[in-house]
């Protein structure tokens, strides 16, 4: 169930899948509620509703209603709840809460969330042929010699960027909680050392005004790379020497995944679920959020003990395996059966005449 035109209609085509297209008008849409209530009532199968984002949960919640399909409601951002009512209308209605770390389900507990309620399953990715092909996507692989001196060669001629130089890049919205703030903060301090290092930001977002002023002010306009969305950030994950994740709130970081998967040696922050993906000095190196020294610092022992780097990326790829598409769905099927057996054990609602 997805908006008409968007990213989503286009890839849920792409993979053959069917669509409902809702109008989605508002975030308690009575229509768009009605129109998915009917369509579950009229699928070939038992329906259940997953929603994926919190303006969703509210429309799975109130299809669900009065007798309707289950619904399970994905939570992947380490944001307190809105209020008493957001948790209670749309979370505690729901018939499980998807955590995708052990971070965002202690917060949602903290707010009163009852952990019976809550499953933490994390994000997943292809992480062989076999898993990527059934996600009809690229495997993503760390570059052989050959491949990531093309790579570098192809951007630095499209980007005017030195291929011989050291270069880091973020992959990220440029929204607030990725602080990328940070990022330039701590491309600042590292360019004293290193002048000739490269900074990629990659992604698009409504901060990139305000970043592209801050790099001015901070005098590193000249080494920052501003690349806006990329359909395929892999090739900068397969480029660059270090990966650094500058977020103060993550609720997974998902994109570690992808920089673990393409073999990238990672300096992050231990934002929100960030340290249930890497673990500090095992799979990347860790810092405290908002500290740009500190991530400037790691980020420069990365480039100065390359073996450190190689030794961390071949660890980090070694622990992908807990976050295969197979677990993942293997985790998300049991939560499915487990909430639908909980529907059909439920007392039945008294008829309007009984109440």
């Given at each position: 169930m997805c908006r008409r035109g968007g990213a989503l209609e286009r890839e849920a085509a792409r993979l053959g899948l069917e669509r409902l297209r809702l109008p989605f008008l508002i975030e308690w849409d009575p229509v768009s509620a009605v129109l998915l209530r009917q369509a579950c009532e009229l699928a070939r199968r038992p329906a259940l509703l997953h929603a994926h984002t919190g303006h969703t949960a509210a429309l799975a919640v109130l299809a669900s209603k009065a007798g309707g399909p289950p619904c399970v409601v994905h939570r992947r951002v380490d944001f307190a709840l809105s209020g008493p009512l957001s948790r209670r209308l749309?979370?505690?209605?729901?018939?499980?809460?998807?955590?995708?770390?052990?971070?965002?389900?202690?917060?949602?507990?903290?707010?009163?969330?009852p952990p019976a309620k809550i499953a933490v399953v994390p994000d997943a990715l292809p992480i062989d042929a076999a898993e990527s092909a059934v996600a009809g996507v690229e495997r993503l692989?760390?570059?052989?010699?050959?491949?990531?001196?093309?790579?570098?060669?192809?951007?630095?001629?499209?980007?005017?960027?030195?291929?011989?130089?050291?270069?880091?890049?973020?992959?990220?919205?440029?929204?607030?909680?990725?602080?990328?703030?940070?990022?330039?903060?701590?491309?600042?301090?590292?360019?004293?050392?290193?002048?000739?290092?490269?900074?990629?930001?990659?992604?698009?977002?409504?901060?990139?005004?305000?970043?592209?002023s801050l790099a001015r002010r901070l005098g590193i306009a000249a080494a920052v790379r501003f690349t806006g969305h990329q359909a395929r950030p892999q090739d900068w994950l397969r480029s660059i020497d270090v990966f650094a994740l500058s977020s103060w709130g993550e609720g997974m970081g998902s994109v570690l995944l992808e920089a673990l998967a393409c073999g990238t040696p990672i300096a992050a922050t231990n934002a929100g679920g960030?340290?249930?993906?890497?673990?500090?000095?095992?799979?990347?190196?860790?810092?405290?959020?908002?500290?740009?020294?500190?991530?400037?610092?790691?980020?420069?022992?990365?480039?100065?003990?390359?073996a450190l780097g190689r030794r961390l990326a071949a660890a980090g790829r070694a622990s992908l395996e807990r976050f295969s598409l197979s677990r993942h769905a293997d985790a998300i099927e049991r939560l499915y059966e487990a909430v639908v057996a909980e529907r059909r054990e439920a007392p039945a609602a008294p008829h309007p005449s009984e109440a």
């Open positions: 749309k979370y505690q209605a729901a018939g499980r809460v998807v955590a995708v770390s052990g971070a965002i389900a202690r917060l949602l507990e903290g707010q009163g969330l692989s760390e570059a052989t010699g050959a491949e990531r001196r093309a790579l570098r060669a192809r951007l630095a001629g499209e980007w005017r960027a030195d291929p011989e130089a050291a270069w880091v890049g973020n992959v990220a919205a440029l929204v607030g909680h990725k602080d990328q703030a940070n990022f330039l903060k701590a491309a600042a301090a590292l360019l004293k050392r290193r002048p000739r290092a490269v900074f990629w930001v990659v992604g698009e977002g409504p901060l990139r005004r305000d970043l592209e960030v340290p249930e993906v890497v673990e500090d000095d095992r799979t990347a190196l860790l810092v405290p959020t908002r500290d740009a020294d500190a991530l400037a610092g790691a980020i420069g022992r990365l480039l100065s003990e390359p």
